[in-house]
């Protein structure tokens, strides 16, 4: 049987990351993943990197082609009543954010590991873990081939997302969660941004979002009822809503080009405690999923591996257990806190279908509130830039 230090399931964001900073303080890991690596290098998700992640990973080496690439923004717009209201991050909290795609991370991330020769295995399946409550725990897989194999392991890293093999091998896992009577339907254009900044608007019709990924690359989203079905929305009405939604009685024109991609994704709230049992540790969405309009998914990922990195160091390394022990108390407090922001957004931007004009009343009086107090719109930036890790 194979052995490692550090058996990590996915290679999405947060098990790459992890393996990347365990081999960079000389511990071993293995990460096992189910797809194929051009598949994880494509698929299209977050694009807004807050300062604390930019920071991580600029600090450990692999940020520059995010510096090349990237757009750093220092504000967007809240528009709401046809009117645009600036939310100035850098003025009100000294900080940027980085819109770059999730993918790409994927793709400097899986890069540098090829570079160091780290191991991380594609198209693996029938994933089972055993043995968490013992000191060896186990991962046995199927290899690319179909070959059995086995690996022998002092922590395994669950990193498998939310529909993962880690979170359901804990035992009596409480779970908290929130489903919205709404989705986004997601849309990547072949076009310039038609505006420099993300425009979050909140309208009668919906919510929309005007994001980019590139000075050639839209991003933009619509709210979409729940059980949307993509059928329902060929291109020339994607872009008829989005105009009628992202009207201002600014200058703004919406630029329209080739769709390249689209997709509807479900908007939750969700969050597993504790995020350990024994020596199996949770990252990422395996533990906790935030509706995408806080821009925190990736984010929280990036801050769960940070911890557990340096809890690990001091495990397998300096045989000190206490920062294991508290990690899912240390991590739970920064996923409540994106948990409540994100909340709040969506609830403060979006259409609720059941509600009524008394909400739709509060809502408004949130967002003009936040558009005209330098306070309210302190907390937004100083959220949406992304708290501190410690
Ligand atoms: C469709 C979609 C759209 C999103 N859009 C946005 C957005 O616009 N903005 C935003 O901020 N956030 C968005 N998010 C959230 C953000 O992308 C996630 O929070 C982020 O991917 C979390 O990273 P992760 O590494 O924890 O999980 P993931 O990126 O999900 O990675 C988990 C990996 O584990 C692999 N895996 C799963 N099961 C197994 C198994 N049994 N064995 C081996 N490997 C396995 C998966 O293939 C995957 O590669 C979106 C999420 C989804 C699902």
Redesign the pocket.
């Known amino acids: 049987m194979a052995r490692t230090q550090v058996g990590i399931?996915?290679?999405?964001?947060?098990?790459?990351l992890l393996s990347y900073l365990l081999h960079a303080e000389g511990i071993d890991a293995v990460v096992?993943?189910?797809?194929s690596r051009e598949?994880?290098e494509r698929?299209?998700?977050?694009?807004?990197c807050e300062h604390p992640t930019v920071e991580l990973l600029r600090e450990i080496g692999v940020g520059a082609r995010m510096d090349a690439e990237g757009l750093p923004h220092h504000g967007f717009s809240l528009r709401f009543d046809g009117e645009d209201h600036r939310i100035a991050l850098s003025e009100l909290t000294g900080k940027t954010i980085m819109v770059y795609g999730?993918q790409e991370i994927v793709k400097d991330l899986i890069a540098a590991h090829e570079a160091k020769g780290y191991p991380v295995e594609f198209e693996?399946?029938d994933?089972e873990l055993s043995g968490l409550d013992s000191e060896s725990p186990r991962v046995s897989?199927r290899d690319a081939d179909g070959v059995a194999r086995a690996l022998e392991c002092d922590v395994i890293a669950g990193?498998?997302?939310?529909?993962?093999?880690s979170r359901p091998s804990i035992p009596d896992v409480k779970v908290f969660n929130r489903e919205y009577p709404f989705a986004?339907l997601?849309v990547l254009a072949r076009t310039p941004p038609s505006h420099e900044e993300l425009i979050y608007t909140h309208h009668e019709r919906g919510f929309a979002l005007h994001s980019m990924r590139s000075p050639e690359i839209t991003?933009l989203?619509l709210q979409v009822p729940h059980d949307e079905k993509i059928d329902e929305w060929p291109d020339d009405r994607i872009w008829s809503e989005l105009s009628a939604r992202l009207v201002t009685s600014g200058e703004f024109s919406l630029r329209e080009g080739p769709i390249l991609d689209k997709?509807v994704?479900p908007m939750r709230s969700f969050v597993a405690e504790p995020m350990q049992y024994g020596r199996l540790f949770l990252?990422?969405?395996?533990a906790h999923?935030?509706p995408?309009t806080?821009?925190?998914?990736?984010?929280?990922?990036v801050a769960d591996v940070r911890v557990l990195s340096r809890a690990l160091v001091d495990l397998l390394q300096h045989k000190r257990s206490e920062l294991a022990e508290s990690y899912s108390d240390t991590c739970l407090k920064r996923v409540w806190r994106a948990e409540h922001f994100s909340w709040y957004m969506t609830s403060m931007l979006h259409t609720d279908p059941d509600g009524d004009d008394f909400q739709r009343r509060l809502q408004l009086s949130q967002l003009r509130y936040t558009a005209s107090s330098k306070a309210a719109a302190t907390s937004l930036a100083e959220n949406y830039v992304g708290l501190p890790f410690e």
């Open positions: 399931i996915g290679a999405g964001p947060a098990g790459l096992l993943e189910a797809r598949y994880v698929r299209v998700r977050a694009g807004v999730q693996v399946s994933v897989y990193c498998d997302g939310f529909h993962g093999v986004w997601g991003r989203y997709s994704t990252a990422g969405d395996a999923i935030v995408p806080g821009a925190k998914g990736m984010n929280l990922a």
